[in-house]
Structures are given as structure tokens and as C-alpha cells.
């Protein structure tokens, strides 16, 4: 105990951390990307894999899910400019560059980040099994598994998850949309709106008392004394970790379509919101290996679950949990109320990640109202954590100066808030969010 008090206190952000001030850490092992890049265990190949997967599975998705017929089944979100709410917030601080929007929140079946890894992972499972049995083989029609032999096949396999709600829905939606007979472990403070979508469904939903650390190990539990279960962990799984890092694979098109150039004169700074990790961690895998150096990646976190800036400052990870320095893990944004991050993802981005920095929800709440107002754009709390980071990387000459960024770059910067939830909110949950920002 002794040990880890001498070890906390010799990072400054840790006393911000236990005030429950609003703080930022910038990771002093980050290293080239090539560097850091070996520490992940995954490479380029794995996330080519994972693309090449999911365009097997573009035809099955269309057809199961119309929304994403003109995308013709690739689940993909639109990145936009967002210049009112730049104008905005630089009435209280200036931003260096141009700001944009990630609009995961707004991805089809789920509304959120998950519908990448969430989904991913369901249809690794199944390709997995029917592969297995015979039934299937790599250069087929997928549609073929949403025919009733398949319904049939897979609705004697199970699939379990532990979540806050988001990853609940990605999974329980596109698991029971295959037949899968799917549980999902629910901590306390999953919507109830999102149980009831998951239930219309037919998926089991089980709620417990507690937060989500112990929703994941129930689940986890339930799933091991049936080996006809299929336990997905979002606290330590690659495939997720893959299914998320196609997001990065993309955007360079993306932003090439945009007319948007990264290049160490036009250097591209990334905000991601992060509960476990996993979702943000992959993401930003996948941009480390599409920018390499031009791109740096924040992550984002409430002042009462900043899990993640304590695993990875005090290099403990999973080791330490917040409620570990006297924090309660509760806070109004969804899916980030994690107390103990993803060992796996911490120690994989330990030199790839730039900082994480924390923000109160009441600072969220008031980027929301601003948000809707100026843009018009409508997210959940969570997905606005990443638009307090603009602003404080943009004044943060440390850091620039720590990078080789000049000022002429930085004005040539793009920023992008990866907005991560808040598309299937329903209407009357959203005017509750709209009523808590201050204006
Ligand atoms: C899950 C989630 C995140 C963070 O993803 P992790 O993989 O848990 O880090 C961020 N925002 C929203 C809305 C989420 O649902």
C-alpha cells in the first residue's frame, strides 16, 4: 500500500484525479508509431482481416438490416464540419485548426461506437461455427446464414455479454437477429428505455444492483458452466479490439473526400471518449496505422470513473480501480462508467496514446445544449466528452513543443470529436440531457 501511495503521488494528475478536478495527463512513453506499434501484438494484417471480414458480411447486413441497404451493409458514419460550435467555444478558448465530428452516434442498428465491435464480434462468432460445421465456406453469399437452416443452427448456441447498455444492444440486437439465444448482464445504471429495446428484441436481459465490473463477471460466470456459451469480454478481447480499429482503416478516405490532408504540417488530433477501452483503443490503433505520426489520440473520461488516465499513468492498468483513490465510479455518461479499464487495451497503447484528460458531466451537459444549439446534433452525454479536448491541446504549448508541432501546423490542424453515442436516444430522454446544460 505503501508502494502504490509513493507511486501516486509522483503523478501530478493524480491529485486532481481524487479532488474530482477536471485534469489531463500526457503520456511521457509515447513513441515513434512503428515503435509503439509492436507493443500491441496486432498488426496491419489483422485489421485488413477485419475489413475484408466485415465486406463479407456487407450483402447479410443489408438485407438484415435495411437501414444500411445505401451503404450497401458496410455500418459507417459520416464525418462532419462543425464550424457554429467551433465559434462557440472559442468564446472562452481558441482552437488551432478545424473542427470536426465523428458521427458514430448516428451508425445504423445501434447508435453508438459498438455497432463496430459489438457487431463484429457476433459475426466472427457465427462465421466461426458455421465454418466449423461445414455449413459455410469463405467465398459464399452470407445472406445464405439468415435463411431458417441457419436460424435453426445457431439458436442452439448461446452468446452472453456484461454491459452498460450500448455493447448490450450491438450484440443482443445482431445475435438475435441470427438466432442466437443471447443474454445480456446489465449493471445499474443501464437505461431502462435500452433494456426494453433489447427485450422487444428477444434478447434476455438480467439486471444487477451493482456497476458494470460486476455485471461482466456475472456474465462471465453464467457463461463458463455452459460450453454451449459463448462469453463475449469486453474487457480483453482482440476481436472487438479489431472490429473497432476499421473505423481508422477508413477514415482516410474519408477525409481525403473531404478534402482534408494529414501530414506532419497538417497534423490530425483525435478525441475519443473511453469507458474500458476497447472501443476508443481500437479506433485509434486503426489511425496509428493508417497516420502513423501525423495522427494523436486523447482519450476522454468523467472525473468520477477516469479509469483509464489512472491504469495507464501509474502503468498498474487493471491493477487499480478508481473506487481504489476513493472515487465512486457514477456518472451520467453511458458507457463510461467504468472503475477498472482493459488491462489488455491499456498495455497494448502504452506508447501510442498522447494523454487522457478528464471532464465533470455537468461539463458534458453543457457541450450537449451547445451542440444541439448550434449544430443542431443531438448526442448523449458521453459522446460529448471528447469536445472539451480541442480546446486544451490547442492551448497547450507544452505538449505542442513536447511534439515538434509548430504553431503554423497547428493552425493547419484538423480535429476530430469522435461523437461515440446518442442516435436512438429516445425524444423525451434527450429533452431530460437538453435540460441539464447550462446554456
Ligand atoms: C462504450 C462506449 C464508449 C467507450 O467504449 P469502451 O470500449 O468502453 O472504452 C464511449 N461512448 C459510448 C457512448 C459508449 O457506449
Not at 472562452?92 to 452516434?105: F, M, P, R, V, Y
Not at 477525409?255 to 477501452?277: N, S, T
Request: glycine content about 10%; some cysteine; aromatic content about 6%.
Amino acid at each position: 500500500m505503501t508502494d502504490l501511495n509513493s507511486k501516486l503521488n509522483a503523478i501530478p494528475a493524480v491529485d486532481d484525479l481524487r479532488a474530482m478536478r477536471e485534469t489531463i495527463w500526457l503520456n511521457s512513453d509515447v513513441s515513434t508509431t512503428s515503435e509503439g506499434l509492436l507493443r500491441v501484438g496486432l498488426t496491419q494484417a489483422d485489421a485488413e482481416d477485419a475489413q475484408a471480414r466485415l465486406q463479407r458480411f456487407a450483402p447479410l447486413l443489408a438485407q438484415a438490416f435495411p437501414e444500411t441497404l445505401a451503404s450497401k451493409g458496410i455500418i459507417e458514419s459520416d464525418i462532419v464540419p462543425i464550424p457554429q460550435m467551433q465559434a462557440l467555444l472559442e468564446k472562452t478558448s481558441h482552437i488551432s485548426g478545424n473542427l470536426w465530428l465523428k458521427k458514430d452516434s448516428h451508425l445504423p442498428v445501434s447508435g453508438s461506437i459498438k455497432a463496430r465491435g459489438g457487431i463484429y464480434e457476433v459475426l466472427t462468432h457465427a462465421e466461426k461455427l458455421a465454418v466449423a460445421a461445414g455449413m459455410l465456406s469463405l467465398d459464399d453469399d452470407y445472406r445464405l446464414l439468415l435463411t431458417p437452416d441457419f436460424r435453426r443452427f445457431f439458436s442452439q448456441h448461446k452468446i452472453a455479454v456484461g454491459s452498460t447498455g450500448n455493447l448490450g444492444l450491438s450484440i443482443g440486437i445482431m445475435s438475435a437477429r441470427l438466432g442466437f439465444h443471447v443474454t445480456v448482464h446489465m449493471s445499474s445504471d443501464a437505461r431502462e428505455w435500452k433494456k426494453n429495446l433489447l427485450r422487444s428484441h428477444g434478447v434476455e436481459v438480467i439486471e444487477y444492483q451493482e456497476d458494470y465490473g460486476v455485471a461482466v463477471e456475472q456474465g462471465r460466470q453464467a457463461a463458463s458452466s455452459d460450453p454451449s456459451c459463448f462469453f463475449i469480454d469486453d474487457e480483453n478481447s482482440r476481436t472487438l479490439f479489431l472490429g473497432y480499429s476499421v473505423a481508422g482503416l477508413r477514415l482516410r478516405k474519408q477525409l481525403q473526400e473531404k478534402g482534408i490532408r494529414v501530414d506532419a504540417d497538417h497534423p490530425l488530433f483525435v478525441y475519443l471518449p473511453c469507458g474500458v477501452g476497447g472501443g476508443p483503443g481500437g479506433v485509434a490503433f486503426g489511425l496509428k496505422l493508417t497516420f502513423g505520426d501525423h495522427v494523436h489520440c486523447f482519450f476522454a473520461e468523467p472525473t468520477h470513473s477516469p479509469c483509464m488516465l489512472l491504469g495507464m499513468s501509474t502503468g498498474l492498468h487493471d491493477a487499480i480501480a478508481v473506487q481504489d483513490i476513493g472515487l465512486d465510479n457514477k456518472t451520467d455518461a453511458d458507457g463510461l462508467a467504468v472503475g477498472r479499464a482493459s488491462g489488455f487495451v491499456g498495455r497494448a497503447m502504452a506508447q501510442l496514446i498522447d494523454g487522457c484528460y478528464t471532464l465533470s458531466d455537468e461539463s458534458m451537459y453543457d457541450l450537449l445544449l451547445m451542440l444541439a444549439k448550434t449544430e443542431n446534433i443531438r448526442l448523449e452525454p458521453s459522446a460529448l466528452a471528447g469536445m472539451a479536448g480541442p480546446q486544451r491541446i490547442s492551448a497547450n504549448k507544452a505538449y505542442q513543443a513536447q511534439h515538434h508541432i509548430s504553431a503554423e501546423a497547428m493552425r493547419h490542424a484538423t480535429h476530430i470529436v469522435w461523437a461515440t453515442g446518442g442516435g436512438m436516444v429516445p425524444d423525451e430522454e434527450m429533452q431530460r440531457y437538453l435540460a441539464k446544460g447550462r446554456g
